[in-house]
């Protein structure tokens, strides 16, 4: 049975200041273990590319417990042999129906992982509670489970690994999964177990046999009874992070050509101009960015972008265009916004905007605004407290619920593995940016942006946020 973290009840911020102010919150009877960086991790700002952003203490308060809850869904639902967590759970704690039953997402694991160095360094767990489940995950993805050249099916079962709901072998999702490998690795890097497993699990993975004989693009999948998937990553999106990896690759590199041959769409909306895949949901500009720090870096030829001021900008322009919409959804407003792929009413929706999603229903998604704290702090801080102070059934056991409508009054019953990862990751890196800082000590990724011309450059001083506004 998966090791329980003690119940979390629902209280309010000021119950909580006076919690913390009176107690030194320990989740854990172990003592919590020092971490390997030896570094410490609470009251520092966040610092972005243009400079420092102060969480108030009541800001604190919230993003630690946040955080918390975020972790324990990772901790309470993977498998502790595994180490696969399940794509979705119910807040309530009651059982999935029994096509979601212990269907579990690589790329949740991935996150999983990373939640795993998280909570250690933040004490939540002890090291050796984390070092083990570490040990055990990269032990089944190394040794156990099924891999085609490297790469793993979407999605397995939590208990076995054994392929679910016919899934293809995932090129992103298998690069979501390495990303919490290589997270662990460097965490972790005093445990030689630990780091053979992960240079075992990704120095096998054939970047060069998923191009399906293609010169630079690489393919979404591959199935074994009709082969290759298909379409390509061809623009872009999360995939930068895929990328990265297979041009940093020591065993099977691809050519950092590949790079520029991602179509990348201009747009602009109220103001902010970006680049994009249009039609993509704000995910695609959070997910690469949980692991790879892309501040202060640009590429030098091309469109020159700068990736982390993008997606600033693409948030930006989200925010504004779900402001846009309080006239016919009136939930919506300066301090209430989000949407991205996420549960509704209607089922699962890879939906967003700009440009307007047909079936944007009133629905706001927790994570849009969560995803994009390490990016834009005070506005998703904000959004984030107000949906939790205003609709506190959003918010319970594991963080918030995936997604809710204040307009029809529907609030989603499951939280889902990635939404709550983005958000646990993002306000990390946004407090302390660790989760960076270890991702980016493995030498494939710097290796891969000095092959690419993504270069550290000096910037004048972004034009400030916008300040936070009374009205919901």
């Not at 049975?1 to 006076?18: D, F, G, I, N, Q």
């Not at 308060?61 to 595994?82: C, G, H, K, M």
Request: with cysteine.
């Amino acid at each position: 049975m998966p090791e329980k973290m003690p119940s979390v009840k629902v209280v309010s911020l000021c119950a909580l200041l006076s919690i913390l102010a009176a107690f030194t919150l320990v989740t854990f009877s172990a003592t919590p273990s020092q971490s390997p960086q030896g570094a410490p991790t609470e009251g520092l700002p966040y610092r972005n590319s243009q400079g420092a952003h102060k969480l108030t203490r009541e800001d604190e308060v919230f993003i630690e417990d946040l955080e918390r809850r975020s972790f324990r869904y990772f901790w309470e639902q993977a498998d502790p042999q595994t180490g696969l967590v399940p794509d979705r759970a119910r807040m309530d704690g009651a059982p999935l129906d029994e096509s979601h039953r212990n269907v579990a997402s690589i790329a949740a694991t991935g996150f999983g992982l990373t939640a795993l160095c998280i909570a250690a360094e933040r004490g939540w767990i002890t090291s050796q509670q984390a070092r083990e489940r570490t040990r055990n995950a990269l032990h089944f993805f190394a040794n156990k489970t099924f891999q085609e050249h490297g790469w793993f099916y979407h999605w397995m079962d939590a208990k076995t690994g054994e392929r679910r709901w016919n899934s293809e072998v995932s090129s992103i999702d298998t690069a979501l999964l390495l990303a919490g490998v290589l997270t662990a690795r460097q965490y972790f890097r005093d445990d030689r177990e630990i780091v053979a497993l992960a240079n075992k699990i990704y120095d096998r993975v054939d970047f060069t046999w998923m191009l399906n004989r293609d010169r630079f693009l690489l393919s979404h999948g591959w199935k074994p009874e009709t082969g290759f998937l298909k379409p390509r990553w061809d623009t872009y999106s999360e995939d930068t992070i895929l990328y990265l990896m297979a041009i940093g690759s020591t065993t099977h590199p691809i050519s950092a050509e590949s790079w520029y041959t991602l179509w990348r769409d201009r747009y602009r909306y109220e103001g902010h101009s970006y680049f994009t895949t249009i039609g993509v949901p704000l995910f695609m500009h959070q997910y690469s960015h949980a692991w790879v720090d892309y501040r202060n870096r640009r590429e030098v030829r091309g469109d020159r972008i700068d990736y982390f001021e993008n997606s600033i900008s693409a948030t930006l322009a989200h925010r504004a265009f779900c402001i846009n919409l309080a006239g016919e959804f009136p939930g919506f407003g300066p301090n209430m916004w989000g949407i991205t792929a996420s549960d509704s009413a209607k089922g699962y929706l890879a939906w967003g905007g700009p440009p307007r999603d047909p079936a944007i229903d009133g629905t706001i998604v927790p994570s849009a605004a969560g995803g994009s704290l390490m990016m834009t702090p005070e506005i998703s801080v904000t959004a984030l407290r107000t949906m939790r102070e205003k609709y506190d059934r959003t918010y319970g056991v594991y963080g918030f619920v995936d997604a809710f409508n204040p307009s029809s009054g529907w609030v989603d019953t499951d939280a889902i593995g990635i939404n709550v990862g983005i958000i646990l990751l993002s306000a990390e890196n946004m407090r302390t940016g660790n989760v960076w800082r270890w991702f980016m000590r493995n030498l494939e990724i710097p290796r891969a942006m000095d092959r690419i011309g993504l270069r550290r450059y000096s910037k004048p001083a972004r034009v400030a946020q916008p300040q936070r506004r009374k009205a919901a």
